[in-house]
């Protein structure tokens, strides 16, 4: 096979502990529900009772009134299809109503507590004091930890509790445990300016007609920040143009005040995008790495409301976790986001089939990563890319390194159902179905040997990873919101539906370049939705018009 | 008379008015036929376009996107295994030619300022009637056991190869070993290595990587280079006018 590839330095050794598995909906997970990695960590002991600490209290809701509606905005036979909400009416709609949330509120402030964080959806209620007071409030104490890595942290010393009082508007309590646990999916590896990638996708029809992300926002989803001088040096270096937006730092929780270990992954994601869509509006949610921070960031996007296009490369072993009141609160988060019609692009790992073999290297279980195993994300995994002498198409295989244990995640989630619109393509009722959620949805180049350029530190390099592949798509997508905007078809809303309909039916333009090659070390790839690239890699231009057509169709 | 009476005489009047009538009628027809028309062209203008066809089942692909005829873009070297009609492409700003034929390629990895990294690759492929990969296999380990001493196979789950394959096809075989670099002194520096074997069934390949470096990751390297390679029955990329 002949290929573009420059295989940069070495693969990165990550090494990580499993997150906290949870008992019970209304208990938030302590410690003795640590699963045995973590019991590698070690106690420091009690949490000073006047430290600072946070949780979020997640609120009930209509919870089939909202399902119903979520279906309906996901179904072309529905009248209510493509309808979404704002932020507030979704919050008014199925959240408690304002004299519950008002009851909460007094609960807490006569605890002794504050509220921290409030969002027009109704998801989640932030909460804030001493470790004391929160304990008192919660029924639990708090005990700090260090892992093998020198991070210390913060646990609950045994399971939470909602104050009966409150059971009636509060399910669960989250955000307890201040573990770094996500970890961004990408690799060091060389390859793909953006006019590279604009001419093996087909983005350069596009930019042709002047689609290139000008008036629109897109939001990445960070643990990490960057610096401004790197999107400068990475702007001079590609030729991204002089007057295109600066990127924007929207912290939640705090924000993240200095990059960190992440910060190449902050830096890929926005290159990747910036060399897509370079005059888009970049948005950069930054929290600082915990878990439950990922609803937070969520809830913030979806509260602001200015952007239907969000991006996120970051993820966690998707085990032992089905029932961890953090997921349910960031599920939560995630729904609220799919009916207010925003598309939340996800990187489906880089371990292939084995997820948790990144954070446990004898971990052998087909497993798969979260949240791009969640029902309400278009799940995107990972592809090796050739191209040919004139920088246009030539193949891809689904990325898979068996000897240094990389590749694009793909599988079957342990925990939700797969969705309705997730159905119909060939290839995706196969011998490995059980009816649960598979992934991924889509793929784009990730392997290191077809990476990305990006700058970090001022220093030109290059990356890979489905962390480089959600990014392009999201990107994408975005300018073909643009185009669809300005031929008059209106918004893309969540395009999950969408994507599955225009593989299931034959199109004037295709959209999709079928990965038959190659696999993710369990599946192979093969004619249709696989498991390794799901329905494949996309012609941006191909696919942009047939997007036209569809949104025009069901106005 | 009244059977006279009764015969039908041609009236002008009554003919007159017949025809009115068939002219109200003729008139009402095509004032009907309008309408109906009209509406069929109405229903026709306000119906969404007919969804497209489904894809076929016997074409699950569904329409590819077009792509242009231009060559592959070549960045490395290519090695062809001329004994099994296979080929891999290499860099040689990182590889070194340890030794080829038609059958063998031994690379080993040099990148500048890094003499602390040392990764060989060794490859060969043969005609799949003449040996099946597991041959091909105990064939390399009894090869490898020559420069590494007590080379045994590693079971230490941590170091397990996960779904073995060479150019994207699965292997028949795939495992972990250990032992020692062989030197005057008697045993040197712990050795690993990694063996994969596998057939297209026209050809039959086995491959071996072996380090001493301490980091296992090092093993990813050679993944650019086993991703080149290329059986006989794998078809080139088709090309087509865009």
């Keep these: ?555 | 008379m009244s059977a006279a009476a009764s015969v039908p005489v041609a009236v002008p009047g009554r003919r007159g008015a017949k025809n009115t009538r068939r002219k109200v009628l003729f008139v009402f027809g095509a004032v009907l036929g309008l309408v109906l028309g009209l509406s069929v062209l109405a229903i026709a203008l306000a119906k969404p376009e007919a969804d497209a066809p489904p894809c076929p089942p016997e074409d699950p692909v569904c329409g590819r996107p077009p792509v242009d005829d231009a060559p592959p873009l070549v960045s490395g070297v290519l090695w062809k295994g001329s004994a099994a009609g296979v080929q891999m492409e290499y860099y040689p700003r990182i590889w070194k030619v340890v030794d080829q034929d038609a059958e063998n390629l031994k690379l080993k990895l040099d990148i500048p300022g890094r003499s602390d990294i040392d990764l060989f690759l060794w490859v060969r492929a043969v005609p799949a009637s003449s040996k099946a990969p597991s041959a091909l296999a105990q064939e390399r380990v009894s090869d490898l056991r020559g420069s590494i001493l007590g080379l045994e196979e590693d079971t230490d789950p941590k170091h397990a190869l996960l779904g073995p394959s060479i150019g994207y096809v699965d292997g028949d075989v795939g495992a972990a070993y250990s032992g020692a670099t062989d030197t005057p002194q008697g045993p040197g520096s712990p050795a690993s290595v990694l063996l994969m074997a596998a057939t297209d069934g026209q050809a039959s390949a086995v491959v071996s990587v072996a380090s001493t470096f301490s980091d296992r990751h090092i093993f990813g390297l050679a993944d650019s280079l086993l991703n080149t390679f290329r059986w006989p029955s794998q078809p080139a990329p088709q090309a087509a006018p865009r």
Excluded at chain 1, 21 to 42: C, F, K, M, V
Excluded at chain 1, 175 to 183: D, E, I, M, N, Y
Excluded at chain 1, 201 to 228: C, M, R, W
Excluded at chain 1, 252 to 273: C, M, Q, Y
């Design chain 1, 1 to 555: 096979m002949t290929s573009r590839r420059r295989r940069g330095l070495l693969a990165l050794a990550v090494a990580g502990l499993v997150v906290s598995a949870g008992s019970a909906a209304l208990r938030s997970g302590g410690e003795a529900a640590q699963p045995p990695a973590a019991q590698l960590d070690r106690a420091l002991g009690a949490t000073h009772p006047a430290a600072i600490v946070e949780a979020s209290l997640v609120l009930r809701r209509e919870e089939r009134a909202l399902r119903s509606y979520l279906a309906a905005v996901a179904d072309p036979a529905s009248p209510r299809f493509r309808r979404y909400l704002g932020a507030a009416a979704l919050g008014e709609r199925f959240g408690p109503s304002a004299a519950q949330l008002q009851g909460v509120r007094r609960a807490v402030e006569a605890a002794g507590l504050r509220v921290s964080a409030e969002y027009p959806q109704r998801t989640a209620l932030g909460i804030r004091g001493t470790a004391a007071d929160v304990g008192r409030f919660l029924h639990t104490s708090f005990v700090e930890r260090v892992d093998p890595a020198g991070h210390r942290y913060r646990v609950p010393a045994h399971p939470a509790r909602v104050p009966a009082a409150l059971a009636r508007t509060v399910l669960a309590v989250s955000g307890l445990s201040t573990k770094p646990l996500p970890v961004p999916a990408d690799v060091p590896g060389g390859g793909l300016g953006p006019k590279d990638s604009r001419a093996a996708y087909n983005v350069k029809p596009l930019h042709d007609l002047g689609i290139d992300g000008k008036g629109q926002t897109i939001a990445i989803l960070s643990f990490d920040t960057f610096e401004q001088s790197d999107v400068a040096a990475f702007d001079k270096a590609f030729g991204i143009p002089a007057d295109s937006p600066a990127v924007e730092k929207v912290p939640v929780k705090g924000g993240v005040p200095v990059p960190g270990s992440g910060e190449t992954e902050v830096d890929l994601d926005i290159d990747v995008i910036r060399g897509i869509a370079p005059r888009a509006q970049i948005l950069n949610y930054e929290a600082p790495n915990a878990i439950s921070n990922f609803a937070d960031l969520f809830d913030k996007i979806v509260a602001d409301g200015r952007t239907d296009i969000v991006s996120v490369s970051w993820g966690i072993c998707d085990s032992g976790f089905d029932a961890h009141p953090d997921r349910l609160r960031i599920e939560r988060s995630i729904e609220a986001a799919v009916a207010r019609g925003i598309s939340i692009f996800v990187a489906s790992g880089d371990a292939g089939a084995y997820d948790c073999q990144r954070f446990m290297p004898e971990d052998h279980r087909l497993t798969v990563n979260f949240p791009s195993s969640t029902p309400n994300v278009i799940a995107v995994g990972g592809t090796l890319l050739s191209v040919r002498s004139n920088g246009s198409y030539l193949e891809e295989a689904g990325w898979e390194d068996v000897l240094g244990n990389g590749g694009g995640g793909g599988g079957l989630s342990p925990a939700n159902p797969r969705p309705a619109w997730q159905k119909d393509v060939p290839g995706i009722a196969n011998k490995f179905s059980n009816g649960r959620r598979q992934v991924p949805d889509v793929a784009a180049s990730a392997d290191p040997d077809s990476g990305w350029f990006i700058v970090v530190d001022g220093k030109q390099s290059s990356s890979g990873g489905t962390s480089a592949a959600a990014p392009f798509w999201a990107a994408s997508m975005l300018l073909i919101g643009q185009y669809a905007e300005r031929e008059g078809a209106g918004k893309l809303g969540f395009v999950g539906p969408a994507l599955y309909e225009l593989a299931r039916t034959k199109r004037p333009f295709p959209p999709f370049h079928d990965v038959t090659r190659g696999g993710n070390r369990y599946y192979n790839a093969g004619p249709g939705w696989d498991y390794s690239t799901g329905l494949g890699t996309p012609d941006v231009w191909n696919l942009a018009r047939d997007f036209v057509a569809y949104l025009k169709q069901r106005r």
